[in-house]
């Protein structure tokens, strides 16, 4: 079956740690996004890459890198200088297009927790 | 900037019950409307989606019309389950150099039986 999958569905940053959150689709898709949602609150994106080695700042990027080697990948790190990682994070990815049109679908998501 | 704006919630309603969560945009160009909906602990799937004015999309019984002049994209369902119960997100998308979603904050929705 296509989709998008998300490893690991909880993970634990100590302080001063870097983690690394993947995501993977076998949608044949050439945008992938990375959304940070926070309790009570809508989504923010954080990066997204249109095609394979591009990607852009989204919203609130700081703290934050993505890498983007191959179509199907697109993993994100959380660096030692995001304060506050402790969120849900959810990846996406779409056809790529101008029209606004396009749909994202979306991972299951990854739960960071702050020890 | 473009914003979504959804009513507060949380709702809360009996099964068979009307449902109707509002909806609201600001853009500066043309964009397509979306519905998605969470379930506890998942990612979002979407719902349902228009990307014209007067369009229509629908989903599983649910419905929203894209409705230029006022704006919104008001989401419906004329009797609601409780396996309904979930978190919906109004969204807009408006390229701009990049397709972006912009999100509402979301409306919890709990249908007790």
């Known amino acids: 079956d296509g989709g998008i999958t998300q490893s690991p569905k909880y993970l634990f940053r100590k302080e001063g740690q870097n983690v690394t959150l993947s995501c993977e689709q076998n949608l044949n898709h050439d945008a992938m996004y990375w959304y940070r949602q926070d309790p009570g609150q809508g989504l923010r994106l954080i990066y997204y890459?249109?095609?394979?080695?591009?990607?852009q700042k989204g919203d609130i990027a700081e703290g934050y890198s993505v890498s983007r080697e191959k179509k199907e990948s697109f993993p994100l790190t959380v660096t030692s200088a995001q304060k506050n990682p402790t969120a849900f994070y959810l990846c996406?990815?779409?056809?790529?297009?101008?029209?606004?049109?396009?749909?994202?679908?979306f991972g299951p998501g990854t739960r960071l927790l702050v020890l | 900037g473009d914003s979504v704006t959804q009513m507060e919630g949380p709702v809360t309603l009996s099964e068979e019950a009307f449902l109707t969560i509002n909806c609201t945009y600001t853009?500066?160009?043309?964009?397509?409307l979306f519905w998605y909906v969470q379930y506890p602990g998942e990612g979002l799937q979407l719902l349902l989606k228009?990307?014209?004015?007067?369009d229509k999309g629908s989903n599983k019984g649910f419905e929203a019309t894209y409705r230029k002049e006022t704006t919104s994209f008001h989401l419906e369902k004329g009797s609601v389950q409780v396996s309904d119960s979930a978190v919906y997100f109004c969204a807009l998308s408006d390229y701009q150099g990049a397709q972006k979603l912009v999100f509402g904050q979301g409306t919890r929705l709990t249908i007790n039986p």
């Open positions: 228009a990307t014209k004015a007067d």
């Open positions: 853009a500066t160009g043309y964009p397509s």
């Open positions: 996406a990815s779409s056809h790529w297009g101008t029209s606004g049109k396009e749909t994202q679908y």
């Open positions: 890459s249109q095609i394979v080695n591009d990607f």
